[in-house]
């Protein structure tokens, strides 16, 4: 098993939009920058290439990556941090204990699934999720797809589905129309996403599209057949292959949380410069609140500018960013889930899909840990990430403290190597 | 804020505090029992749920004999979440001075009516093929079991409600004594006995008990069904818990129902956070690897830690507390806890209303603790 | 006459049967076009991939002999030995 040393004067956690934009700009002010990724490729989710082709945004953050010499670390899970210059991450073949500087933590978000009767069927996933598996390889052309959840990203995920032959059968949005009224006039002033939208808007001509809609019920036998979506005071069957599913998006402050980093209301607090509460540690992206791509890529820049002591450089970008953050505060208001989501689970319905613990065992209790200590609820390899979220919209239960690892990780790599308990090795 | 008038005021709703509960109610006392947090939530949810005969000392056999006895009587009561297993211990042997430790167990027990069977190399590999090949042989302790411990609290303590013990969780404990159990939001309990079963918070509450925080850790993996049959742990095992003052390890890995594995053991003192100890559970994880060595790929899903109370003999405290006749001890109880529960429980009610123990009880008196320090002086 | 531009395919090995898939495909999706669940939940149900990112771990499998990693996560290479639910 192979342990290697590696040093830098700035680390960075994640290469999607924010962790690509802080690596290169980092690296452009001379210093010396690693990227640590747990994909096979870069890009994260929002820019995965998977079999497809490399977009322009991705294309051009990878050149300025490559030609300020950043040292790319793919296929690498941190999944600890043990001590203030140090963390841990773990690859197929081994472990690398990586020290560092300073820390640029961009560890982006995940989606929140909310569970609903029979939503443990196979092919029904998240909606990013369903793309990532057709970027993956996955040959969608001919089946038939329910686009379902809330957010802009359906409409990006019902587009590209059907650009790969995939037949859209509905898309459906849990937001009302009066709500996305609201936030169609918010877009007014940023020409970019009207252009997004317009762009959207063609490509998908033809599919439904219905709002105050959301999943009852997916059926099938061992395998997802058909989808009962919510029609007023009835339900509507629909016959399809595939369920893309998912409710927003929640961010991934685990490794965050565990070096110590402040979270208030469940995001990791920053400060203009994207510092955290832990000197030496910034947070750029999602973690910080969910904003989307670009301003994602304005928080990389700052937090890369500011690691390096361009704070100067870091500022021009400010009014950008608070631009892009009134339109993700509009996001967030238009696509509020609504309560009507907490009554969708049966009492047998499957909640924490590791230990396979429904809605009726877990509502008695009154806490996360409670429950956690007499159903195992959220003791699976997901850690709570994915039942989490969900029992915190259905139940209002928070969340317990982090521990490491922040992943399941491989026995072996819970031994710390001699080399790493004194110093790391300098290149 | 008054809370009605009860024999026995219970202080923790552990496995301990659990037992007693029951055992009390069911013997006709008017029980309440009071925790600051939820059913198990301490040692209960952090430890193992090995029910395990000990022969470190005397006491300690018939305490943990006894209980286990116990166990097996309530084995048919208990329900499916409690996932009671009796998968017995093996002792691993992995040389031959152990494998003469092996034969002194083996006298030992077999001389007390334990049924125990030796297992030579051979056949130690038969029964566990995932350890490491050439060790000498074990010690197969079949009547040995595993629980998972939270459940087996709250069936307790649901036991204890269905005989009109009344309970009330969630809110701190702030004075304890001369029959009066206060709560933080001014909730009085009067009451002729009150018990400490706050195992790490015991001292907290009753100043002066002899007991001290001896941190654990844990890992548990996910699935890998028929890895592991029975409860393993190296006799080296008994030099860790033994030792009073070192960091050590030792191997003790358990099968759980659903196939996952647990992984220990580790004991510290003077460490009071919940921290994870990376350096600890480096050498923790490292000596299972030398018995398991393909547990190396396993992937470990969480680990965790947890503070045993712990006294200077090794032996619970059970009984009266000398400074206040209103206060009964049942804590102390180190890694023990689970299995020697239901035992403590039956000496504690035996001593509330005069009846005889089944077992000598005087070991675990807290009386016993002056002499003790006494002959320290 | 258009040109027809064909990614080079790999075989892996999926419970015992021969999955042909194309270069950079992962092993998720080589178990979904073998027509196989990834793994058996607790109760006994059938479970595909949820998050495809590493997060839900559903689609977790035994790959060349190491248990429980995260399919959607691992590409293909040519040989590659999968099994669901050991």
């Known amino acids: ?211 105050s809609c959301w999943p009852i019920a997916a059926a099938g036998n061992g395998v997802l057949k058909a989808v009962l979506i919510s029609k007023g005071a009835n339900f509507q069957k629909i016959d399809c292959d595939f369920l893309a599913c998912g409710f927003h998006l929640v961010p991934n402050t685990e490794l965050p949380a565990l070096l110590g980093c402040r979270l208030r209301d469940g995001f990791v607090e920053v400060d203009r410069l994207q510092q955290t509460s832990m000197p030496g540690v910034y947070c750029a992206g999602e973690p910080t609140g969910i904003g989307g791509v670009e301003l994602s890529v304005v928080e990389g820049q700052v937090a890369g500018l500011a690691a390096v002591g361009r704070e100067d450089a870091a500022e021009r970008l400010f009014g950008e960013g608070r631009k892009l953050r009134k339109f993700a505060h509009a996001l967030e208001r238009a696509f509020a889930l609504r309560p009507e989501l907490k009554s969708t689970c049966l009492p047998e319905t499957i909640v924490c899909r590791c230990e396979d613990v429904t809605y009726a065992r877990l509502k008695p209790y009154s806490s996360w840990r409670a429950a956690k200590l007499q159903s195992r609820c959220g003791m699976g390899p997901c850690q709570g990430r994915v039942c989490g979220p969900a029992t915190e919209f259905l139940f209002g239960w928070a969340q317990d403290s982090v521990r490491p690892p922040v992943f399941p990780t491989r026995i072996e790599s819970l031994v710390v190597s001699a080399s790493e308990a004194e110093q790391p090795i300098v290149h | 804020m008054s809370s009605g008038n009860f024999d026995v005021v219970i202080v923790g709703a552990g496995i301990v505090g659990a037992a007693c509960a029951e055992e009390c109610s069911r013997v006709g006392l008017r029980v309440a029992v009071v925790d600051q947090d939820a059913i198990g939530g301490g040692a209960t949810a952090a430890g193992m749920g090995h029910i395990v005969t000990m022969d470190d000392s005397e006491a300690q056999f018939s305490l943990t004999r006894y209980s286990q006895t116990l166990w097996q009587e309530l084995r048919p009561e208990l329900p499916q979440d409690v996932e009671y297993e009796q998968c017995g211990t093996i002792w691993v042997a992995a040389d031959d001075d152990e494998m003469k430790e092996v034969f002194r167990k083996r006298a030992y027990y077999s001389h007390r009516g334990v049924p125990v069977e030796v297992l030579n190399s051979a056949e130690l590999e038969r029964l566990e093929p995932n350890l490491r090949k050439g060790m000498a042989g074990g010690l197969l302790v079949p009547e040995d079991a595993v629980l998972y411990p939270p459940c087996a609290a709250r069936f307790l303590i649901e036991r204890a409600q269905s005989h009109g013990a009344k309970l009330n969780l969630g809110t701190a404990v702030v004075k304890v004594g001369g029959g009066e159990v206060r709560l933080a939001d001014g909730t009085l309990f009067a009451t002729r006995t009150i018990v400490n079963a706050a195992g790490t918070w015991a001292k907290t509450l009753t100043p002066g008990i002899s007991v001290k925080k001896r941190k654990g850790h844990l890992v548990i993996t996910d699935r890998c069904p028929g890895f592991v049959r029975h409860q393993l742990v190296e006799l080296g095992y008994l030099k860790s818990a033994h030792s009073v003052s070192a960091d050590s390890v030792a191997f003790n890995v358990q099968p759980r129902q659903t196939g996952q594995l647990l992984i220990g053991s580790s004991r510290q003192y003077g460490s009071e956070t919940q921290d994870v100890d990376s350096e600890i559970l480096s050498r923790m994880v490292e000596c299972a690897q030398h018995y398991l060595p393909s547990l190396a790929n396993a992937s470990a899903i969480r680990v965790w830690t947890g503070f045993r109370a712990a006294t200077p003999d090794k032996l619970p405290l059970i009984g009266p507390w000398p400074p206040d006749s209103t206060v009964y001890l049942a804590t102390g109880h180190e890694g023990l806890g689970i299995t020697t529960s239901l035992g403590t429980a039956k000496l504690l009610a035996a001593q509330l209303t005069g009846g005889p123990p089944e077992i000598p009880a005087e070991p675990y008196l807290p009386l016993r603790m002056e002499t003790l320090e006494h002959a320290h002086v | 006459m258009s040109e027809q531009i064909v990614s080079e395919q790999i075989t892996v090995v999926v419970n015992g049967a021969s999955v042909v898939v194309p270069i950079g495909a992962t092993i998720a999706v080589a178990m979904a076009l073998a027509g196989v669940p990834c793994r058996r939940s607790a109760s006994g149900e059938p479970r595909g991939p949820l998050c495809a990112m590493g997060i839900c771990f559903e689609c977790r499998a035994r790959i060349d002999g190491v248990p429980h990693r995260r399919s959607c996560q691992t590409l293909c290479s040519a040989g590659m030995q999968v099994s669901t639910d050991d």
Not at chain 1, 10 to 22: H, W
Not at chain 1, 165 to 183: D, H
């Open chain 1, 1 to 211: 098993m192979i342990r290697v040393g590696k040093q830098f004067d700035v680390l960075v956690v994640g290469a999607g939009p924010a962790g690509l934009a802080a690596a290169a700009c980092a690296s452009e002010q001379g210093a010396r920058v690693g990227i640590v990724d747990d994909n096979p490729q870069l890009g994260g989710q929002i820019w995965r290439t998977g079999l497809g082709d490399v977009g322009a945004e991705l294309a051009d953050w990878s050149r300025r990556l490559i030609s300020g010499g950043v040292e790319i670390l793919s296929g690498a899970r941190v999944f600890d941090g043990p001590r203030p210059d140090i963390v841990r991450a773990e690859t197929d073949q081994g472990l690398l204990a990586i020290g560092y500087r300073k820390l640029v933590l961009a560890t982006g978000a995940r989606e929140r699934f909310l569970p609903f009767p029979r939503w443990t069927l196979p092919n029904v996933m998240g909606a990013g999720a369903l793309q990532a598996f057709v970027k993956s390889g996955f040959p969608i052309a001919g089946k038939r797809v329910v686009v379902a959840g809330t957010g802009p990203l359906l409409l990006a995920v019902a587009a590209y589905l059907r650009g790969k032959g995939a037949e859209i059968a509905m898309i459906c949005e849990q937001a009302s129309r009066a709500s996305l009224a609201t936030f169609s006039l918010s877009l007014l002033g940023h020409r970019q996403k009207i252009a997004q939208g317009l762009s959207l808007r063609k490509e998908l001509a033809g599919v439904p599209f219905r709002t």
